[in-house]
Nanobody, 125 residues
Framework: QVQLVESGGGSVQAGGSLKLSCVVS????????LGWFRQAAGNEREGFAG????????YYLDAVKGRFTVSQLNAENTLFLQMNSLEPEDSAMYYC??????????????????WGQGTQVTVSS
């Protein structure tokens, strides 16, 4: 099992930046994907950025390409998400997630089996 703890959310104005952190512990070597999801009120949870744990590749949803950057795990097993040029549409609860199945390449929430508690990001216009 994998445990994840996010931090770093908050409120910013449009155009601003935030950096989220996710401390990962447990059976990290069993994961295939580590990444970030977000869920706004009334919307489905969407995977928008992450890493392929075993091959050091990255994934980005088109809506965040060029604005968000996800790091590889560092020596402290922390995954970072740098978010720049934030827009009001980015407002949501943000979750860190891990998957121990190859189906994680879909970046669908149903294929991820461990979740953090979430951190709120609010972007005002």
């Amino acid at each position: 099992q994998v445990q994840l703890v996010e931090s770093g959310g908050g409120s910013v104005q449009a155009g601003g930046s935030l950096k989220l952190s996710c401390v990962v512990s447990g059976f990290i070597n069993e994961t295939y994907c580590l990444g970030w999801f977000r869920q706004a009120a009334g919307n489905e949870r969407e995977g928008f950025a992450g890493i392929y744990s075993r091959i050091r590749g990255t994934y980005y949803l088109d809506a965040v390409k060029g604005r968000f950057t996800v790091s590889q795990l560092n020596a402290e097993n922390t995954l970072f998400l740098q978010m720049n040029s934030l827009e009001p549409e980015d407002s949501a609860m943000y979750y860190c997630a891990a998957s121990t199945t190859l189906r994680c390449s879909s970046w669908k929430a149903e294929h991820f089996d461990s979740w953090g508690q979430g951190t709120q990001v609010t972007v005002s216009s």
